[in-house]
T-cell receptor, first 114, second 111 residues
């Protein structure tokens, strides 16, 4: 089956630093990837839709200059949390869409900003 | 009104019982419906998808869809302690488009 990986799985950083999270589709090409954020005991909230070779589409209320998304190849999208603050601490999950519309989730990245 | 609403939990059932999870959605043009299971600290995993009115069975799981009522449900027969997790309902407008999730229902199956 389709496999999506994320790296790192867990990261702890100091306030004000930037953190990059990678999302890779391992055995299929994904022209579209989605980035979600999940706070404790809440559901997944879509942050942005990442399209290979073009600018990401951000959901309302998500700052594009703070959450930088790059989808430079058909198997890799990156999310960079710039100048991270404690309120950015969350579980970040990506999903990748295959060419028949199926969506597959990565294992998630837990970010803790001190 | 939220786009996707799930019955409030937590839901607790004894081992071997049937667990019933419900979901309603507001967008009539929605075409695809999914149930995901999420264990604590893990990302969601797809357990059922349904696209047409009626029932769809897969092992101990049965999804039911009623587009007229904008309602989708998941039944888990012979519930096992390993089924204890949060179940997320997700709705998709068109194939491959964004998923909209409900807030989830936490299920506990007691041995």
């Amino acid at each position: 089956g389709a496999v999506v990986s994320q790296h790192p799985s867990r990261v702890i950083c100091k306030s004000g630093t930037s953190v990059k999270i990678e999302c890779r589709s391992l055995d299929f090409q994904a022209t579209t990837m989605f980035w979600y954020r999940q706070f404790p005991k809440q559901s997944l909230m879509l942050m942005a839709t990442s399209n290979e070779g073009s600018k990401a589409t951000y959901e309302q209320g998500v700052e594009k200059d703070k959450f930088l998304i790059n989808h430079a190849s058909l198997t890799l999208s990156t999310l960079t949390v710039t100048s991270a603050h404690p309120e950015d601490s969350s579980f970040y999950i990506c999903s990748a869409r295959d060419d028949v519309g199926g969506q597959y989730f990565g294992p998630g990245t837990r970010l803790l900003v001190l | 009104q939220k786009e996707v609403e799930q019955n409030s939990g937590p839901l607790s059932v004894p081992e071997g019982a049937i667990a019933s999870l419900n979901c309603t959605y507001s967008d009539r043009v929605s075409q695809s419906f999914f149930w995901y299971r999420q264990y604590s600290g893990k990302s969601p995993e797809l357990i059922m998808s349904i696209y047409s009115n009626g029932d769809k069975e897969d092992g101990r799981f049965t999804a039911q869809l009623n587009k007229a009522s904008q309602y989708v449900s998941l039944l888990i027969r012979d519930s096992q302690p390993s089924d204890s997790a949060t179940y997320l309902c997700a709705v998709q407008e068109t194939s491959g488009s964004r998923l909209t999730f409900g807030e989830g229902t936490q299920l506990t199956v007691n041995p």
